[in-house]
Protein backbone atom coordinates (compact mmCIF):
# COMPACT_ATOMS: atom_id res chain seq x y z
CA UNK A 1 0.00 0.00 0.00
CA UNK A 2 1.27 3.37 -1.21
CA UNK A 3 2.08 5.65 1.84
CA UNK A 4 1.48 9.60 2.12
CA UNK A 5 3.07 11.78 -0.75
CA UNK A 6 4.58 15.08 -0.10
CA UNK A 7 6.13 17.74 -1.99
CA UNK A 8 8.64 19.29 -2.40
CA UNK A 9 10.84 17.37 0.22
CA UNK A 10 12.86 20.64 0.81
CA UNK A 11 12.38 24.59 -0.16
CA UNK A 12 14.17 27.28 0.76
CA UNK A 13 12.76 31.17 0.10
CA UNK A 14 13.13 34.35 1.40
CA UNK A 15 10.50 36.06 3.76
CA UNK A 16 7.67 37.28 2.05
CA UNK A 17 7.67 34.57 -0.59
CA UNK A 18 5.40 32.79 -1.04
CA UNK A 19 5.41 28.64 -0.97
CA UNK A 20 2.78 25.26 -1.78
CA UNK A 21 3.01 22.05 -0.63
CA UNK A 22 1.21 19.31 -2.09
CA UNK A 23 -0.07 16.08 -0.32
CA UNK A 24 -1.37 12.83 -1.68
CA UNK A 25 -3.11 10.86 1.30
CA UNK A 26 -3.77 7.43 1.21
CA UNK A 27 -6.12 5.95 -1.38
CA UNK A 28 -9.68 5.97 0.44
CA UNK A 29 -8.53 8.20 3.95
CA UNK A 30 -11.41 10.62 3.99
CA UNK A 31 -9.65 12.65 6.89
CA UNK A 32 -6.46 14.64 5.89
CA UNK A 33 -4.67 16.79 7.98
CA UNK A 34 -1.65 19.17 7.89
CA UNK A 35 0.82 19.83 11.07
CA UNK A 36 3.90 21.99 11.60
CA UNK A 37 6.44 20.78 13.26
CA UNK A 38 9.35 23.71 14.44
CA UNK A 39 12.73 22.03 15.06
CA UNK A 40 12.54 20.61 18.89
CA UNK A 41 9.05 20.43 19.30
CA UNK A 42 5.87 18.09 18.62
CA UNK A 43 3.84 18.44 15.53
CA UNK A 44 1.30 20.93 15.66
CA UNK A 45 -2.17 20.61 13.96
CA UNK A 46 -2.96 23.80 11.31
CA UNK A 47 -5.91 22.01 9.75
CA UNK A 48 -7.93 19.10 9.71
CA UNK A 49 -10.23 18.13 6.49
CA UNK A 50 -13.24 15.66 5.96
CA UNK A 51 -13.47 14.96 2.57
CA UNK A 52 -13.52 18.30 0.98
CA UNK A 53 -14.96 19.88 4.06
CA UNK A 54 -12.52 21.71 7.12
CA UNK A 55 -13.03 20.36 10.34
CA UNK A 56 -10.87 22.47 12.39
CA UNK A 57 -8.47 24.94 11.25
CA UNK A 58 -8.53 27.22 14.38
CA UNK A 59 -5.01 26.50 14.47
CA UNK A 60 -4.32 27.49 11.45
CA UNK A 61 -2.72 31.60 11.08
CA UNK A 62 -5.73 32.31 7.97
CA UNK A 63 -3.35 36.09 7.36
CA UNK A 64 -0.95 33.75 5.08
CA UNK A 65 -2.20 30.23 5.50
CA UNK A 66 -4.62 28.83 3.25
CA UNK A 67 -5.39 25.09 2.45
CA UNK A 68 -7.89 23.43 0.19
CA UNK A 69 -8.40 19.53 -0.80
CA UNK A 70 -10.52 19.72 -3.53
CA UNK A 71 -12.26 16.63 -5.12
CA UNK A 72 -11.80 15.29 -1.31
CA UNK A 73 -8.32 13.36 -2.61
CA UNK A 74 -5.09 15.61 -2.98
CA UNK A 75 -4.56 18.22 -0.75
CA UNK A 76 -2.18 22.16 -0.96
CA UNK A 77 -1.16 24.46 1.68
CA UNK A 78 0.18 27.78 1.08
CA UNK A 79 1.40 30.12 2.64
CA UNK A 80 2.07 34.13 1.42
CA UNK A 81 3.35 36.18 2.41
CA UNK A 82 6.16 33.76 4.47
CA UNK A 83 7.72 34.50 7.25
CA UNK A 84 11.06 34.10 8.87
CA UNK A 85 9.22 32.18 11.93
CA UNK A 86 7.39 29.93 9.49
CA UNK A 87 10.87 27.57 9.45
CA UNK A 88 9.50 24.13 10.09
CA UNK A 89 8.18 20.86 8.69
CA UNK A 90 5.28 20.40 7.02
CA UNK A 91 3.63 17.19 7.53
CA UNK A 92 0.26 15.68 6.18
CA UNK A 93 -1.18 12.96 7.53
CA UNK A 94 -4.40 10.97 6.60
CA UNK A 95 -6.91 8.16 8.39
CA UNK A 96 -8.71 5.77 8.22
CA UNK A 97 -8.12 3.97 11.74
CA UNK A 98 -4.75 5.27 12.37
CA UNK A 99 -2.71 8.43 11.05
CA UNK A 100 -1.01 7.80 8.63
CA UNK A 101 1.85 10.69 8.24
CA UNK A 102 4.12 11.50 5.05
CA UNK A 103 8.15 12.36 5.12
CA UNK A 104 7.26 15.93 5.25
CA UNK A 105 7.84 19.21 3.42
CA UNK A 106 11.12 21.23 4.98
CA UNK A 107 10.65 25.01 4.53
CA UNK A 108 13.68 27.24 4.80
CA UNK A 109 12.53 30.94 5.26
CA UNK A 110 16.18 33.51 4.98
CA UNK B 1 -3.24 21.38 24.54
CA UNK B 2 -1.08 18.41 25.01
CA UNK B 3 -2.52 16.52 27.96
CA UNK B 4 0.49 13.94 29.00
CA UNK B 5 3.50 13.97 30.53
CA UNK B 6 6.61 12.61 29.57
CA UNK B 7 10.50 12.85 30.91
CA UNK B 8 12.44 14.99 28.06
CA UNK B 9 14.79 12.09 27.48
CA UNK B 10 16.04 8.27 28.12
CA UNK B 11 19.12 6.62 27.44
CA UNK B 12 18.92 2.72 26.98
CA UNK B 13 21.59 -0.42 26.15
CA UNK B 14 21.00 -2.08 22.93
CA UNK B 15 18.99 -5.10 23.97
CA UNK B 16 17.74 -4.40 26.58
CA UNK B 17 14.23 -3.38 27.60
CA UNK B 18 13.27 0.89 26.98
CA UNK B 19 10.46 1.40 29.46
CA UNK B 20 8.74 5.09 28.51
CA UNK B 21 6.45 6.68 31.00
CA UNK B 22 3.78 8.78 30.67
CA UNK B 23 1.77 10.56 32.93
CA UNK B 24 -2.07 11.21 32.11
CA UNK B 25 -3.82 11.67 35.03
CA UNK B 26 -6.74 14.13 33.30
CA UNK B 27 -7.49 11.58 31.40
CA UNK B 28 -11.60 11.08 30.39
CA UNK B 29 -12.98 7.24 30.43
CA UNK B 30 -13.80 7.71 26.65
CA UNK B 31 -10.00 8.52 25.85
CA UNK B 32 -7.11 6.02 24.28
CA UNK B 33 -3.37 6.59 24.87
CA UNK B 34 -2.17 6.02 21.70
CA UNK B 35 2.16 6.13 21.31
CA UNK B 36 3.64 7.56 17.75
CA UNK B 37 7.45 7.50 17.43
CA UNK B 38 9.54 10.08 14.98
CA UNK B 39 12.65 8.91 14.05
CA UNK B 40 14.95 11.85 12.58
CA UNK B 41 13.65 13.56 9.56
CA UNK B 42 10.58 11.10 9.29
CA UNK B 43 7.03 11.97 9.96
CA UNK B 44 5.79 10.44 12.82
CA UNK B 45 4.39 6.32 12.93
CA UNK B 46 1.70 4.94 15.04
CA UNK B 47 3.40 1.75 17.46
CA UNK B 48 0.46 1.04 19.47
CA UNK B 49 -2.93 2.25 21.45
CA UNK B 50 -5.24 0.97 24.10
CA UNK B 51 -8.14 1.83 26.73
CA UNK B 52 -7.93 0.10 29.66
CA UNK B 53 -6.29 -3.35 29.09
CA UNK B 54 -2.63 -3.92 28.43
CA UNK B 55 -1.36 -4.46 24.74
CA UNK B 56 0.99 -6.01 23.03
CA UNK B 57 1.59 -5.98 19.03
CA UNK B 58 5.08 -6.14 16.80
CA UNK B 59 6.39 -3.61 17.73
CA UNK B 60 5.70 -3.04 21.52
CA UNK B 61 3.75 -3.35 24.78
CA UNK B 62 1.45 -0.90 26.94
CA UNK B 63 0.84 -0.99 30.20
CA UNK B 64 -1.72 1.45 31.13
CA UNK B 65 -2.89 1.63 35.10
CA UNK B 66 -5.65 0.56 36.34
CA UNK B 67 -6.91 3.83 37.43
CA UNK B 68 -5.42 5.07 33.47
CA UNK B 69 -3.50 7.95 35.00
CA UNK B 70 -0.29 6.33 33.71
CA UNK B 71 0.98 4.17 30.65
CA UNK B 72 4.34 2.48 29.94
CA UNK B 73 5.54 1.71 26.38
CA UNK B 74 7.91 -0.97 26.34
CA UNK B 75 10.31 -2.13 23.87
CA UNK B 76 11.08 -5.44 24.44
CA UNK B 77 14.93 -5.55 22.95
CA UNK B 78 15.99 -2.10 21.92
CA UNK B 79 17.99 -1.75 18.66
CA UNK B 80 19.87 1.46 17.49
CA UNK B 81 17.12 1.68 14.74
CA UNK B 82 14.97 2.62 17.98
CA UNK B 83 16.44 5.81 18.54
CA UNK B 84 13.43 7.76 18.25
CA UNK B 85 10.82 10.20 20.02
CA UNK B 86 8.23 8.75 21.45
CA UNK B 87 4.93 10.87 21.94
CA UNK B 88 2.13 10.10 24.52
CA UNK B 89 -1.20 11.36 23.34
CA UNK B 90 -4.48 10.59 24.84
CA UNK B 91 -7.62 10.65 21.98
CA UNK B 92 -10.76 10.14 21.70
CA UNK B 93 -11.45 7.83 18.54
CA UNK B 94 -13.84 9.43 16.21
CA UNK B 95 -14.07 10.03 12.79
CA UNK B 96 -13.32 13.98 13.72
CA UNK B 97 -10.83 13.58 16.38
CA UNK B 98 -6.96 14.59 16.10
CA UNK B 99 -3.95 13.80 17.78
CA UNK B 100 -2.63 16.78 19.85
CA UNK B 101 1.43 16.37 20.36
CA UNK B 102 3.85 17.14 23.36
CA UNK B 103 7.08 17.72 23.41
CA UNK B 104 7.64 13.18 23.47
CA UNK B 105 11.14 11.66 25.09
CA UNK B 106 13.89 11.37 23.09
CA UNK B 107 15.28 7.61 23.49
CA UNK B 108 18.69 7.23 22.73
CA UNK B 109 19.73 3.55 22.23
CA UNK B 110 23.21 3.26 22.48
CA UNK B 111 25.40 0.29 21.79
Known amino acids: EAGVAQSPRYKIIEKRQSVAFWCNPI?????LYWYQQILGQGPKLLIQ????????DSQLPKDRFSAERLKGVDSTLKIQPAKLEDSAVYLC????????FGEGSRLTVL | DAKTTQPTSMDCAEGRAANLPCNHS???????VYWYRQIHSQGPQYIIHGLKNNETNEMASLIITEDRKSSTLILPHATLRDTAVYYC????????????FGTGTRLQVFP
Open chain 1, 27 to 31: SGHAT
Open chain 1, 93 to 100: ASRSGELF
Open chain 2, 89 to 100: IVRVAGNTDKLI
Open chain 1, 49 to 56: FQNNGVVD
Open chain 2, 26 to 32: TISGNEY
